[in-house]
């Protein structure tokens, strides 16, 4: 089982749908995070979680909600979205301790997302 | 502010040829830094990172890094190329005390047989 799982892997939506991204981490970390990549931009902090606790909201549209019921699970809900909402939405985590000792972050393989 | 410039957004080599990946900082204090490498289709993969101590740091498939506080770099490595390294490389910075990591463009790299 990886450490991060993310599902699904590959997701079209029309503008007025609304559908929901998951995170699942197994590496008993206490931080959680979506990023946004987009072609030719960096990758761009979207949230962050840090206990079940949202400590970073990087200006991010409120069509996209996320939510986070334990340090293990993440979701991020979708709904009027745009085109060029389309990217690939990466889900990491990371161990806090405190001292930021071991603060790298571990990614799942990432949600391809389509709006048409 | 924080900021993570990487320099060459395409890099070929030839396969067994030497490498160097450009990573230049903008940070008020001593960062964490770290390279980052992502497959096709994959999430990314961390190689290696620097915290404190040794500027040169050793990580994972041969690569080394070496922080330079004069020149705001840290530069990715490594001596011979392999087919299999051919991907997209990332370049981080981490701000202490936040969950804030940002990001450079990536620097895609080809590898010719």
């Known amino acids: 089982e990886t450490g991060v799982t993310q599902t699904p892997r590959h997701l079209v939506m029309g503008m007025t749908n609304k559908k929901s991204l998951k995170c699942e981490q197994h590496l008993g970390h206490n931080a959680m995070y979506w990023y946004k990549q987009s072609a030719k931009k960096p990758l761009e902090l979207m949230f962050v979680y840090n206990f079940k606790e949202q400590t970073e909201n990087n200006s991010v549209p409120s069509r996209f909600s996320p939510e986070c019921p334990n340090s293990s699970h993440l979701f991020l809900h979708l709904h009027t979205l745009q085109p060029e909402d389309s990217a690939l939405y990466l889900c990491?985590?990371?161990?806090?301790?405190?001292?930021?000792?071991?603060?790298?972050?571990?990614f799942g393989e990432g949600s391809r997302l389509t709006v048409l | 502010a924080q900021s993570v410039t990487q320099p060459d957004i395409h890099i070929t080599v030839s396969e067994g040829a030497s490498l160097e990946l450009r990573c230049n900082y903008s940070?008020?204090?001593?960062?964490?830094l770290f390279w980052y490498v992502q497959s096709p289709g994959q999430g990314l993969q961390l190689l290696l990172k620097y915290f404190s101590g040794d500027t040169l740091v050793q990580g994972i498939k041969g690569f080394e890094a070496e922080f330079k506080r004069s020149q705001s770099s840290f530069n990715l490595r490594k001596p011979s190329v392999h087919w299999s390294d051919a991907a997209e490389y990332f370049c981080?910075?981490?701000?202490?005390?936040?969950?804030?990591?940002?990001f450079g463009t990536g620097t895609r790299l080809k590898v010719l047989a």
């Open positions: 940070y008020g204090a001593t960062p964490y």
């Open positions: 990491a985590s990371s161990q806090d301790q405190g001292a930021w000792e071991a603060g790298e972050l571990f």
């Open positions: 981080a910075v981490g701000a202490r005390g936040t969950y804030k990591y940002i």
